[in-house]
DNA sequence: CTCACTGAGTTCGATCGTCGAACCCAATGA
DNA sequence: TCATTGGGTTCGACGATCGAACTCAGTGAG
């Protein structure tokens, strides 16, 4: 049986879980934010088969989230390279890591890999907030709904 | 060959993965959110097979996310409730919920789940920032690391 | 007492996705 | 000429996912 699809669900959390949900996806992607670009930096950091990484970087394309550019005429080589909107994919991450590293580590084994800011070198622990409010968001206080009921 | 595991690497962002790096399970937790509880709930919202839920919230509740419940004794019943752990997960969702509004929908159809305020009623725009500054979180600006360099 | 029904799964066989290894090809450099 | 490198494709084995069918305990109707 095929995969059940999700890209045409009316949830944005579904269809953002079709274009991702997979294990090499997004682990694709925390490497192109590390600034790799070329198909064997990615095939050597990840080790992954380079049928997958392949069809992964593919689908990345296809999406609009990478885009394959020639940066070198003779011989022909590509690199891809984050656009506009698989840079904005970046609070998913963020978020991934900032749960990853406060729920998924036992204490004494601090995680290794770190985010910083580049100016300060301070740590940066990424949080969700309201745009609007600058409130944290709380599940609790937040209603998923088609449109507003009163 | 088996999935390759990343249960135990050292980046916060894999291990995220390794645990929700599939489809069915973010969309599980999401229905978590909603308030559903029991299994039949679960699978009549997402109409996904019987041995694959089983397996998502045996997993879900194995690292910790949800419990297992017994909420009523005759005849046994039992309900999948969110942890601490597994309300913190919320971020996630909520930034793939954001990129997954902003650009996996066309012009025109618009995405007809919202997230609301419960109490003012008013759109929730989570936005990911530094938890220390406030200041919304640019991947430019930050630097990913084992330790602080300088 | 029997039958149908419900909640909560498990089992089964078919199909799809993932994996590493091997292969391919063009361009380069020794 | 031959090996090497970048960037893939092909192959076959195996693991994951699917829907359908089965299980089993309790319950309520007749």
Not at 15 to 32: N, Y
């Amino acid at each position: 049986m095929r995969r059940t699809r999700f890209d045409d669900a009316p949830c944005p959390i579904a269809r953002t879980v079709d274009l991702i949900g997979d294990w090499w996806t997004p682990i694709v992607l925390r490497e192109a934010f590390r600034g790799r670009r070329r198909f064997d930096e990615f095939q050597q950091a990840l080790s992954l088969s380079r049928s997958v990484l392949t069809q992964r970087l593919a689908r990345l394309v296809d999406e609009g989230l990478l885009v394959r550019r020639l940066y070198e005429e003779r011989p022909p080589r590509h690199e891809y390279v984050l656009t506009e909107k698989g840079r904005a994919f970046y609070p998913v991450l963020a978020a991934m890591w900032r749960w990853g590293s406060d729920w998924l580590w036992e204490e004494g084994s601090e995680p290794p890999v770190e985010l910083y800011d580049r100016e300060s070198g301070r740590p940066v622990r990424p949080r969700l907030v309201d745009e609007n409010t600058g409130k944290p968001i709380d599940v609790r206080e937040v209603r998923v709904g088609a449109r507003r009921e009163a």
